[in-house]
């Protein structure tokens, strides 16, 4: 129920005017694991629970994010920084109407849909879609 209600908040804030695409569909992509049950574990390392570090790793294969001490577990670690972090929890943590205005950087928002695309990738074991190749030339 919650998926469908997600789904259709999502459409019609699609389409309305003056909203920011790209904090929508990120909100959108974390909402949609975290009621599937896939969220990725933000908020301490995945495999020694340590919350204080400023160099975070995020491991798609490990399931969230690694600590300088644990990042050699997975070689393929992306680099993800603090602000990342706080944006992806504080998108988890509102309603996607209350953050269809909220504006946010290029960078912010394509480390997080890199993260995000892979995690995705992992979980679902593919990493290639002919209708993503489409929609990235729009």
């Not at 569909?25 to 009621?35: D, H, P, Q, S």
């Not at 706080?86 to 943590?93: G, H, N, P, R, S």
């Amino acid at each position: 129920n919650r998926l469908f209600n997600l789904l259709g908040k999502t459409l019609s804030i699609l389409s309305e005017p003056d909203i920011e695409l790209n904090t929508v569909i990120r909100a959108f992509e974390l909402k949609f694991l975290l009621y599937t049950g896939y969220t990725p574990h933000l908020t301490n390392c995945v495999n020694c629970n340590n919350q204080q570090e400023s160099k975070w790793m995020f491991s798609p294969k490990e399931g969230g994010i690694l600590c300088n001490k644990c990042h050699s577990l997975d070689y393929n670690a992306i680099k993800i920084s603090d602000y990342t972090l706080k944006l992806a929890k504080f998108l988890i943590a509102k309603d996607i109407k209350e953050i269809q205005k909220l504006k946010i950087s290029s960078f912010l928002n394509n480390e997080l849909a890199k993260v995000l695309k892979e995690y995705i990738f992992v979980h679902i074991n593919k990493h290639r879609f002919k209708s993503l190749d489409i929609i990235e030339k729009i």
